[in-house]
């Protein structure tokens, strides 16, 4: 919310200069962000008055005015429409900076000398109004500078709100906190309204049908307004609040919402259509429309003004069309109300308007400054529209708002915050911000009804120190807690999977989270998705339901940036709809894909990437958490190759799949090279971790090294052949190593060569020679018994 | 000359030339000249059958045992040039080989150092779910059901009546009714917000929220905690700034600025010519949200704080746009390593 920084010092009788009002507030939580100073575009702009006006030749939409600006009178090219002799008007002369960027300077346009230019409010950076130039009002002084002829020497306040302080919304609320730091009192504007023996009553009732909905609701009357644009010192504090002047009563309405909070609607009395106010809720289906032009079908979530058959305006939310001041009315109905914040919020929400109104309401106004608020703006109407206030309100106020009772222990107040304040300051406080208190322990507080966002002794802790300033507030230098603070296994392992997986040269990826439902069909139609009702986007209307799913396009995006050659990891949530409990469904998971060419070297040339690298990765991990050996089972994945798609599991359990991506789905991706992936469940493989290794004693006696080459059918696994080895070895093969795999010209079609290396060894004792070749024969007979392998010469 | 005296002079003159060759092929000439078979050594040899057999074994020794030294020698003086000349053809800038490691994700190196400097200080880390109830994510937090504090929290609403949780706070909600106090955690982990994307905000980031819950906890212990964190993950010497502000869950509560590390407060880009940089929230837990977990507000009280892991993130590593910690393009992944 924007402020006028005089209009503050004016209301607190405060000096302080801007940085000082800014800074404080901002310490006490009422946090000012921006400070714009009104005059920054009104450098050597000066008051002109138009003395003539001529066409230029071969212009049509330009014209060339004769300003005097006292000192001169000079040439000026006008194009705004609206210009006429004897007007007063901003002139910025040479070297005038206005927004936009623009700098005054000699010119010509069409042959015209000009070093000057008739401003818009735009221009000057005070409004967004481009409709024309800024005519002024006409007592000015000619020639003097504009900032002065308007004293205008102000700064423009921009607050962020907490949406607690409902109270801030206006400029005695902020005048309050401001007040209160400087321990002065506010100085309350006031009004004397010569009422009238014409009585509102006789024109008007009110009838509330939803009492909770509407707590109050004041009408008054105000006969014989003249309309025409309010005075400047009233249009200058609305332009700093960002709200563009239309007509004094509109404006009036304006500026007693921002003086007080309490927002209100003027109607045309006339067009009201009756004497009879009645609040209620909308119809089903009632068709409305808003002072905006807009037409609404309404629900009874949205409350309405009618004047008892048709409605006339939205309550807190926005006036009608129909009975909306208009330049020819001349008598007012005045509403001043008190809407529930729920209901408003509805309303607003339902309406899909956001108005200075609404955002009051559904925060909380104070229902007990209606009738001032009223009174202040009859006052004004009575004064700059010459309107004639008829005598009483009518205020129907079935409930009254009665100050809350909440007391503050001093005790209490100083151990929360852990700081020695005197019980005096904290009433001096408490009395600045206007509670009414008594007794000293505890201090009991009546609590001011614009304040609803206090009910209990915290807040009112939290108003001490807020105004007392955190600073106050000593550091503790000592540290406290539970003695002991263990790291949980999960967190240990997932740091452990992540440190091997950048050992081995891998990058870890994060996800957002967020997927798109036609990608999860393109993979695995069948995976259940856990949709979001409402979507920031069409693309991202799901959890992804796997970590592929997000994987894939980070592939496509590194290919379009040409990183080609990728090695990447994730450790990550997939998400799946609740389950019958009602919770939702998170599974933890780890994503590995290798794509492109291995990293290489010069020395070692890079190859294409394969399933193996894959496989590599996650020997790795495997080792470093001691898994059991995988099976690996040929698995049907839709988005892995037929053939080259594996389930893994671990000791019979499940731990995810790993596999070529298919090159059709690789395209829908925009992947046009191989991929290879594993997708594995974190949750298996740490129940299968095992984290504590047994010593084994480093060996004594000599190994018998002994290699084996064969020529086995090509579908025969080289881990099979490896399990037989140990298996006939029995614990005497320490080590089976593949040191040779080949195919190709030497060896027959469908067929193999396979080199393994063994290493005979015993723990306790020294294998004779002819021990090792009695192994070597059994193992060489079983494979030859098990696979039908060929076995080659021996290779010494 | 005696043969004896002429196999001394011979050995003092070899060892004197061996010690000064300045190559190995000059090393090599001089080895034939002395131990080649028309060389001095190989004479003496020969020579053996024409001395009186007296003198024969004693000049014998000698000239074999001037023979082996001299092989040694020479082979040692090889050996020297050898590998002087392998050390100098090594050239050193060439780009090592072997395995490159990986970037772990600036994101949660961030985050990690963020829950180390905390476990430093006793903090336990815990975790719970993304797809929260609206009683964690927001009623237990005193989030009153429709009221204009949910608007300050852009929610994504799932189905079965669930909402991505918009904050790790929840994990506070669950944990406060799991536990007893004492209890000091962190809860770091991923949240989500229904915001357009840009180059500022994004649909989800990381936050690491923490809490203690103790007998006559206050917020100068708050202050003295966060004081501390702050020094220890941006360095000595830093000013703090607490600011009154508002969250349902804490009161009072306070968002806290420090002073900008790139200009030291002097104010430039990166800190919006203010000087500060705002870094994180926090407060005193509310009384409302021990009582729904079940304490007596009385008794115990707790403090409270979050914070942004890829503000922090984009603030210490100057990065401009939140969309690139998403991307993960690996140029932009392997500038972390």
Request: proline fraction near 5%.
């Amino acid at each position: 919310m924007k402020i006028s920084y005089q209009w503050l010092l004016e209301l607190t009788g405060l000096d302080w200069p801007v940085d000082q009002v800014a800074d404080r507030l901002t310490l006490c939580g009422t946090a000012c962000e921006d400070i714009v100073s009104t005059a920054r575009h009104m450098k050597n702009v000066v008051v002109g008055e138009v003395r003539d006006l001529k066409p230029i030749e071969g212009a049509d939409k330009i014209r060339l005015a004769t300003v005097s600006i006292g000192s001169e009178t000079m040439d000026v090219v006008c194009g705004a429409p609206n210009v006429a002799v004897g007007q007063k008007v901003p002139v910025a002369t040479l070297g005038a900076e206005l927004a936009g960027g623009l700098t005054i300077k000699k010119t010509k346009i069409r042959g015209v000398e000009s070093s000057a230019m008739i401003c818009s409010q735009a221009e000057l950076g005070l409004s967004d109004d481009h409709a024309g130039i800024w005519v002024l009002e006409a007592d000015l002084t000619v020639g003097e500078s504009l900032v002065t002829a308007l004293d205008y020497d102000d700064y423009i306040l921009d607050f962020e709100l907490t949406p607690n302080r409902a109270d801030s919304m206006s400029a005695i609320g902020i005048a309050r906190d401001l007040a209160a730091l400087a321990g002065v009192r506010i100085n309350y504007p006031t009004y004397a309204i010569n009422e009238d023996t014409e009585l509102s009553s006789d024109h008007v009732s009110v009838a509330i049908q939803d009492t909770d909905a509407c707590g109050r609701f004041t009408a008054r009357v105000i006969k014989g307004v003249t309309i025409g644009p309010s005075p400047w010192w009233l249009q200058k504090k609305l332009i700093a609040s960002g709200i563009r002047p239309i007509s004094n009563i509109v404006d009036i309405t304006n500026y007693i919402l921002l003086e007080t909070g309490n927002p209100l609607h003027a109607f045309d009395l006339d067009l009201f259509g009756s004497n009879q106010v009645l609040v209620r809720r909308a119809h089903d289906g009632e068709k409305f429309t808003t002072l905006d032009g807009k037409e609404h079908t309404l629900t009874p979530d949205v409350l309405m003004i009618t004047n008892g058959t048709e409605s006339v305006g939205a309550g807190g939310v926005m006036g009608g069309l129909d009975s909306e001041v208009k330049d020819s009315t001349t008598n007012i109905l005045l509403e001043v109300a008190y809407f529930d914040p729920s209901v408003i919020r509805k309303s607003r929400r339902h309406l899909g308007l956001v108005t200075e109104a609404s955002q009051r309401f559904e925060k909380g106004v104070d229902p007990n400054n209606a009738v001032h608020a009223s009174n202040r703006a009859a006052y004004l109407f009575q004064e700059l529209c010459g309107g004639k206030v008829l005598g009483g309100i009518v205020d129907n106020y079935p409930k009254p708002f009665a100050p809350r009772q909440v007391n503050l222990r001093p005790d209490r107040c100083r151990a929360i915050l852990g700081a020695e304040f005197s019980a005096g300051r904290m009433k001096e406080i408490l009395g600045n911000l206007e509670f009414e208190v008594s007794g000293s322990d505890p201090i009991e507080c009546l609590v001011p009804t614009f304040r609803h966002d206090i009910t209990r002794e915290i807040d009112l802790i939290e108003e001490v120190a807020r105004i007392e300033g955190y600073d106050a507030i000593d550091d503790a230098d000592i540290n406290s807690g539970p003695l002991f603070t263990p790291i949980h296994l999960e967190d240990r392992f997932i740091d452990d999977v992540r440190r091997v997986m950048t050992s081995a040269g891998y990058d870890e990826m994060l996800g957002h989270g967020l997927a798109h439902s036609k990608d999860a069909a393109r993979l695995e139609a069948d995976v259940p998705q856990l949709k979001i009702i409402n979507p920031v986007s069409e693309d991202l209307d799901i959890m992804r339901n796997s970590l592929v799913l997000s994987a894939l396009p980070v592939v496509a995006h590194n290919i379009a940036h040409r990183n080609l050659d990728l090695q990447l990891f994730e450790i990550g949530k997939a998400y799946f709809p609740p389950d019958n409990s009602g919770a939702g469904r998170e599974e933890d998971r780890l994503l590995v894909l290798v794509t492109g060419s291995t990293p290489g070297s010069w020395r070692d040339k890079p190859r294409p990437c394969d399933f193996h690298d894959l496989a590599g990765a996650l020997e790795n991990l495997r080792g470093h958490f001691r898994w059991p050996q995988p099976s690996f089972e040929p698995a049907t994945v839709p988005y892995l190759e037929t053939g080259q798609s594996f389930a893994i599991s671990l000791e019979g359990r499940s731990a995810g799949v790993m596999g070529a991506l298919d090159p059709a789905t690789g395209r829908k991706f925009d992947i046009k090279q191989p991929v290879f992936l594993a997708e594995l469940q974190l949750s298996s493989l740490l129940a299968l971790s095992d984290r504590q290794p047994v010593f084994t004693p480093l060996p004594i006696y000599p190994a018998a090294p002994r290699d084996l080459a064969m020529i086995v059918s090509e579908s025969v696994r080289v881990g099979d052949i490896i399990d037989e080895i140990r298996s006939v070895a029995g614990g005497l093969a320490e080590s089976v190593e593949l040191f040779d795999l080949y195919t190709g010209k030497q060896i027959p079609k469908g067929k193999k060569s396979v080199a393994v290396a063994i290493s005979y060894r015993s723990p306790e004792r020294s294998l004779s020679s002819e021990e090792v070749e009695q192994k070597q024969q059994d193992v060489i007979a079983a494979l030859k018994q098990k696979f039908n392998a060929d076995i080659r010469d021996k290779q010494e | 000359m005696s043969l004896a005296e002429e196999i001394v002079q011979l050995e003092e003159e070899a060892l004197e030339r061996i010690g000064s060759a300045d190559s190995l092929d000059s090393l090599g000439e001089l080895k034939v000249r002395y131990l080649g078979r028309k060389g001095p050594v190989m004479a003496i040899l020969k020579s053996l059958g024409q001395l009186p057999p007296d003198q024969r074994k004693e000049i014998g020794a000698r000239a074999n045992a001037l023979r082996s030294k001299l092989e040694a020698r020479f082979e040692e003086a090889a050996r020297a040039f050898e590998e002087t000349t392998e050390a100098a053809s090594i050239d050193p800038t060439l780009p090592g080989t072997g395995n490159r490691i990986g970037a772990v994700h600036v994101v949660n190196q961030v985050m990690d150092e963020i829950c180390r400097t905390f476990y430093g200080m006793g903090f336990e880390i815990a975790h719970g779910p993304h797809v929260e109830t609206d009683h964690y994510n927001f009623e237990a937090l005193n989030f009153p059901p429709d009221h204009p504090a949910r608007d300050m929290q852009d929610t994504f609403f799932v189905e079965g009546d669930l909402v991505l949780r918009t904050h790790t706070t929840p994990v506070q909600a669950r944990e406060l009714e799991r536990r007893q106090p004492p209890m000091k955690i962190i809860t770091p982990g991923k949240t989500f917000r229904n915001e357009e994307i840009s180059t500022r905000a994004h649909v989800s980031f990381h936050q690491v929220d923490g809490f203690l819950v103790d007998e006559g906890v206050s917020m100068a212990d708050l202050k003295g905690v966060l004081v501390a964190f702050c020094k220890a993950f941006f360095g000595e010497g830093l000013k703090l700034k607490f600011r009154p502000s508002f969250f349902p869950f804490t009161e009072p509560s306070a968002e806290v600025d420090i002073n900008c590390f790139l200009c030291r407060g002097e104010g430039c880009q990166l800190c919006k010519y203010s000087g500060w940089l705002e870094i994180l929230g926090c407060g005193m837990i509310h009384p409302n949200v021990l009582e729904t977990a079940g304490y007596d507000a009385e008794k115990y009280t707790g403090y409270a704080f979050g914070i942004g892991v890829e503000r922090i993130a984009m603030l210490k590593y100057h990065i401009n746009d939140i969309r690139l910690l998403f991307n993960n393009n690996v140029r932009f992944l392997r500038q972390f390593l």
